[in-house]
């Protein structure tokens, strides 16, 4: 038998002054777009902010649906649009927000699996890392990279 340890570093942050300029403007653009969310159901709001190498800031809400599995997570909203406006352009980050009841979450929110999953191959297609900002209104958590995320992780090799 053999064991294998996995770890991940996460920076975090207490605030939105102590991020980086572009990184604190990121995040102010999540949260401002998880007003846009349609979430009649859970009443709960995420907005996502992806920035792209060429500048450009796409956003993305979740959107709900009365049949449940039919909704979208806002990162993948976000990421699936900078793919399809800008299609060789890599991503550099994404912020991540949620609010619950119109209050922003004390504690960061990672994305679902299946968000992993899309990030991870937006990573690996750019072979470009993906740094992750995962927000709450009493910490900010920082991932470099969507592997860390995802470190057992179903990619193209996997189909061959």
């Known amino acids: 038998m053999k064991e294998t340890q996995l770890s991940i570093k996460i920076t975090e942050y207490a605030n939105l002054l102590e991020l980086n300029t572009t990184d604190s403007e990121l995040v102010k653009q999540a949260m401002a ?39 979208l997570c806002a990162e993948r909203t976000a990421l699936f649009y900078a793919n399809s406006k800008f299609p060789d352009v890599p991503v550099l980050a994404i912020a991540i927000v949620a609010k619950s009841n119109n209050v922003f979450t004390e504690q960061p929110i990672g994305p679902c699996g299946s968000c992993r999953q899309v990030i991870f191959e937006t990573e690996t297609r750019f072979k470009s890392p993906i740094k992750i900002i995962m927000v709450g209104t009493k910490k900010i958590s920082v991932i470099e990279n969507a ?14």
């Open 33 to 71: 777009i998880s007003e846009n969310a349609y979430a009649p159901y859970s009443n709960f709001k995420v907005g996502a902010a992806v920035l792209l190498k060429n500048g450009e800031i796409i956003t993305g809400t979740n959107q709900e649906n009365a049949a449940y599995p039919s909704g």
């Open 147 to 160: 592997k860390s995320l995802l470190p057992i992780s179903f990619s193209e090799n996997d189909l061959k």
